[in-house]
């Protein structure tokens, strides 16, 4: 387990500020030992909360051929046959995954290939499970490549509170299975539209691990 390097600046000018205003506290009110005490917990207690938000697990990314594997740690929330309309403009079958504040919040690509398309579209930050949020939120969509010339689509968006999406890829970039591709800070949702007759192996509800949870196998 490493600290993902979105929050290395932020945790530490944070240790920095919660540091410097325990001092104060004390150095004003030595005597307001309860008032201190609660300064001192909370403090930690936050700290504690936006360390783990930036964790990000290490482990032997996959190579299995035809497995798509979860783009995002989080909860599955949508499983259903849907109209892609920005790029593949056909019928696919969408698996979108929920984000949680205390979820890992790395985005990984779920199968190895080119990044064929990329691009970003500024908009809201309505909750992550609204049904107008891939649409009408702040996003990214991403098209990768297969060698077979199979097609995924993964779409990063923001929620109410994730207002800032980071993507380390463009058009031409080739990713490995489950390589890092973004993150979303703070709460989000990624969506994944697969080929039709694909086989789905998760059910509505199910936890998901980014990168270690297969998700569906296509067709051969």
Not at 3 to 12: N, Y
Not at 164 to 173: A, F, H, L, P
Not at 198 to 219: C, H, M, N
Request: charged share 20%; proline share 5%.
């Amino acid at each position: 387990m490493t600290i993902h390097r979105e929050g290395r600046v932020l945790l530490f000018w944070l240790m920095i500020i919660l540091v410097a205003g325990n001092y104060l506290l004390y150095y004003f009110f030595p005597d307001a030992r309860f008032w201190l005490n609660v300064s001192m917990l909370g403090s930690l207690i936050l700290y504690l909360l936006i360390l783990q938000f930036f964790r990000n697990p290490l482990f032997t990314l996959p190579q299995e051929e035809g497995v798509v594997y979860a783009p995002a740690d989080g909860k599955v929330v949508v499983i259903e046959e849907t109209e892609e309309t920005e790029y593949l403009k056909e019928k696919r079958i969408q698996v979108s995954i929920f984000m949680s504040p205390l979820n890992v919040h790395v985005n990984r690509s779920p199968i190895k290939g080119v990044v064929e398309f990329f691009k970003y579209h500024p908009g809201k930050y309505l909750v992550a499970w609204h049904p107008k949020s891939s649409i009408e939120n702040e996003r990214t969509t991403m098209v990768v490549r297969a060698e077979s010339g199979t097609k995924i689509l993964v779409r990063q968006i923001a929620g109410a509170l994730a207002r800032r999406i980071k993507w380390y890829v463009k058009e031409g970039d080739t990713l490995p299975q489950c390589g890092e591709f973004g993150f979303i800070k703070f709460g989000s949702r990624v969506d994944v539209f697969l080929p039709l007759g694909t086989e789905i192996l998760v059910s509505l509800d199910q936890k998901t691990k980014g990168g270690r949870t297969p998700i569906a196998r296509l067709k051969s």
